[in-house]
């Protein structure tokens, strides 16, 4: 293919990435069922028709040790589709394998860098030794050598006039002597035949179309067809046999008519069809959903403050307004909704990923997948994805135990390893919990010891001592594995899942397995939240981690020796905090008793009393990013802008919670 | 009149770049990702020449070019079929149920246009 094509084609690379990437996360959710030995027939077709279009797609922009391998991939696949091999686990284990260096070729075309030399030819040989002796090897797709000869492919289209016969010339001589000039295919065009009652018997009616394969020039050719020259319309098309040499033909000889007409039953409407049809869906770039987002968000600010100002002058439009404030609300919810997508697309290869990780290791484990179709926003997603892998490897590593030990815990040996993803509030939490020997606490301090992240005799609580481990260069790997260690350490899970304004928490029972909890944001865009005053200040508090306002008796606060205050909550006592104090705001009311306690729940149950000077409202604002504006404050998440044009700042509970202690 | 092609293939960059192709030589090109849509459109719009891939869910291309052959408005439309490099079987079924011809992927953008060109009625 020219230079100047692939140009052409180039604007499309991109289009060719998306779409393998897409064709490569669905096969490796289809070779699943590998796992079990089997692979069904519509899941085998579909893993053929992704390794097909990746090495057309591939062709086209000319990566040669792609289209090489998915060559050799297909081959074998084809193989087992028309069933003259089936699928064993040696076969299958070589899929898989073929699976993730087809992959990787279209991990390495996309960074345009060239693939490390002799990347996947033992596969390849192992793919050619089992399509077996018999078969010809997998040669390259590319670049057949044609042997050429002097035989070409001549078209001839002969069309008599009708007075042909009438001049004594008779069509079937004419035919046997071209048929001696080489392989002959002849078709008959007799639809100009009439009904039997106007035949004239003299006329000629039939036109004629050849392919002749031969070595004779086109004189040799016109020779023939000499006395007929002025009786006849004579064609001769010399074109074919170049044509094919460019990868491309023609068939003459097509007799349409052979294929029966008539209604014939659509493939697709067969019932029982397992997989539902594809869902129709179209391709958008993200820029222009994220303007969308961002318009709605400012169109969501602007009629606010319409609002506002309307019901400040009481004007009767108001009502009016409520039926905008409805669409206005629906149409944020739907271009949210244009952004979420199930974590389904994430979750789908960590199967593999356990099952590699633990063959190596010479571990067992189950995995167990909850909550797979909750909907996360798509950037929130695709952030998840390292961080996830890491953590799941990392369980798997060092949560797991090997059988043996397991056995001797009283365990069974197959370890059990659980991710799940569920919504709470705006928010989703995502589980990876084992059941493997939890972490040994003593060794967590003795290696911070001794990289000197902790000076030696410090005193930390349980929390503190597990945090170590999101510590930076923290590992406590007594050899660095190549599954776990690969520079990559719990700090970096740690930071990728704050830059998606997430959290991480890990809980562990030495002997009883660990769990990781994720607490991501919904979306990074909007919240439900309720409008709070803090003197002449405006908060936001996220709707979903509101439990109940109250103003409390005098009895029911109490003050600690600490310097922190709790308030009695039906028998419950939960820590207060006042904002006013937290964030300096001087005209606010301190005392709960004269102000108003909102009862808060943080993510992961924790519950804390703000002291607030009283609510204002429920609103749902557009946030705003505080830490790209401005900087990062302890305690909140982001700032809004109200409907009177106001900053309003947005609070984040767990941070909240946390600052208690000292600032309170 | 610009002429009409019908461009069936299950991948979006195909369908792209045939799409591109054929528009910027003058075509008027209509998409179809599977057999089942493609034999539904044609059914619907007037077609002068098909392109499709082999390989496709729901409905192949063979199939497809059966299903067009017994409508009566596609019994002599010029059908040419994608395949890659030269698959002597597919492009054999191809021809079996009634295709014109073939072009082999990977194709350059001006041999494209030439064997539509070609065929074009």
Redesign the interface.
């Known amino acids: 293919m020219s230079t100047e094509a692939r140009n052409d084609y180039a604007q499309f690379r991109q289009t060719f990435f998306a779409e393998s990437a897409e064709m490569l996360a669905d096969m490796d959710e289809r070779l699943e069922a590998l796992k079990t030995g089997r692979l069904d027939r519509e899941e085998l077709d579909a893993v053929f028709r992704a390794v097909h279009s990746i090495k057309a797609g591939a062709g086209m922009f000319d990566y040669r040790s792609l289209v090489d391998f998915a060559h050799g991939f297909e081959a074998l696949l084809d193989r087992l589709r028309d069933g003259r091999m089936s699928v064993n686990a040696t076969v299958g284990g070589l899929i898989i394998r073929a699976a993730d260096i087809l992959a990787e070729l279209v991990a390495a075309a996309q960074a345009e860098r060239a693939a490390p030399s002799g990347m996947g030819a033992d596969v390849m040989v192992a793919i050619n030794g089992l399509l077996g002796e018999g078969a010809t090897p997998v040669t390259p797709a590319i670049a057949p050598v044609e042997i050429r000869d002097d035989t070409h492919r001549v078209e001839i289209r002969f069309t008599p006039h009708a007075d042909l016969m009438r001049k004594a010339n008779e069509p079937l001589l004419l035919i046997r002597e071209l048929s001696g000039l080489g392989h002959l295919k002849t078709v008959c065009d007799s639809s100009r035949v009439p009904e039997l009652e106007s035949i004239n018997s003299d006329d000629c009616y039939l036109s004629w179309t050849f392919e002749l394969e031969t070595t004779a020039g086109d004189d040799a050719i016109r020779e023939v067809f000499e006395f007929v020259e002025d009786d006849a319309e004579i064609a001769i098309v010399r074109a074919l046999a170049e044509a094919q040499d460019e990868g491309f033909g023609l068939w003459l000889d097509t007799e349409v008519a052979d294929v029966a007409p008539g209604p014939v039953a659509l493939t697709s409407d067969e019932p029982g069809g397992k997989r539902p049809p594809a869902q129709t869906s179209i391709r958008v770039d993200l820029s222009r959903v994220d303007r969308l987002v961002n318009m709605v968000g400012e169109l969501v600010i602007s009629q606010a403050m319409l609002r506002q100002e309307l019901a400040t002058h009481n004007l009767p439009v108001v009502d009016g307004l409520e039926s905008l404030d409805v669409l206005t609300r629906e149409l944020q919810d739907c271009v949210m909704a244009i952004r979420m997508q199930p974590v389904r697309s994430v979750f789908a290869r960590m199967p593999r990923l356990v099952r590699d990780v633990a063959a190596r290791l010479d571990k067992q484990v189950r995995l167990v997948m909850v909550g797979e179709q909750t909907e996360l926003d798509k950037t929130v997603l695709e952030e998840l994805s390292d961080p996830l892998t890491h953590m799941i490897r990392n369980s798997v590593d060092h949560g797991i135990e090997a059988p043996a030990i397991r056995i001797a815990a009283g365990k069974p040996a197959e370890g059990a390893l659980t991710l799940s993803a569920s919504h709470v509030g705006s928010n989703i939490l995502i589980q990876i919990e084992d059941d493997g020997a939890g972490i040994d606490r003593a060794r967590l301090v003795a290696k911070a010891v001794e990289k000197g992240i902790v000076a030696p005799g410090a005193v930390l609580s349980d929390d503190e001592i597990l945090d170590l481990i999101f510590a930076p260069g923290f590992s406590t790997a007594e050899t660095v594995s190549d599954v776990s260690g690969r520079g990559v350490g719990m700090d970096v899970v740690r930071r990728n899942i704050q830059k998606i304004g997430g959290r991480i928490q890990v809980s562990s029972i030495a002997g009883k397995g660990t769990r990781f909890t994720l607490i991501i944001p919904l979306t990074l865009a909007v919240l439900d939240g309720m409008l709070i005053s803090v003197g002449t200040e405006r908060y936001i508090l996220p709707l979903t981690s509101i439990i109940e306002s109250f103003r409390p008796a005098a009895a029911q606060v109490r003050q600690l020796s600490g310097g922190g205050r709790i308030v009695n909550v039906r028998g419950e006592f939960v820590p207060l905090l006042g904002l006013g104090r937290v964030f300096g705001v001087s005209d606010a009311i301190c005392d709960p008793v004269h102000g108003l306690v909102v009862l808060t729940e943080t993510a992961t149950g924790g519950r804390l009393g703000l002291v607030v000077d009283g609510l204002i409202g429920q609103q749902q604002v557009v946030i705003k990013s505080l830490q790209t504006n401005f900087t990062a404050v302890p305690g909140i998440s982001g700032g809004t802008i109200l409907g009177d044009g106001r900053v309003a700042l947005i609070l984040d509970i767990e941070q909240l919670a946390s600052l208690e202690e000292t600032a309170a | 009149m610009a002429r009409r092609v019908l461009a069936v293939d299950?991948?979006?960059?195909?369908r792209?770049?045939v799409n591109?192709?054929l528009r910027n030589a003058g075509f008027e090109v209509f998409e179809a990702?599977d057999?089942?849509k493609a034999?539904a459109l044609a059914k619907t719009q007037s077609v002068d020449v098909v392109l499709t891939?082999i390989?496709?869910?729901?409905?192949d291309g063979v199939?497809l070019v059966?299903?067009l052959?017994?409508l009566?408005q596609f019994?002599?439309t010029p059908i040419?079929v994608l395949t890659?490099?030269?698959n002597e079987d597919k492009k054999m079924a191809g021809?079996a149920?009634?295709?014109?011809?073939?072009?082999?992927?990977?194709?350059?953008?001006?041999?494209l246009i030439a064997?539509v060109n070609?065929?074009c009625p």
């Open positions: 299950d991948s979006k960059t195909m792209d770049m591109f192709t990702e057999g089942v034999l891939d390989n496709m869910p729901n409905m199939t059966k299903e052959r017994a009566p019994r002599s040419l890659t490099e030269g021809r149920a009634g295709a014109t011809g073939w072009i082999v992927k990977p194709f350059a953008p001006d041999k064997v070609k065929v």
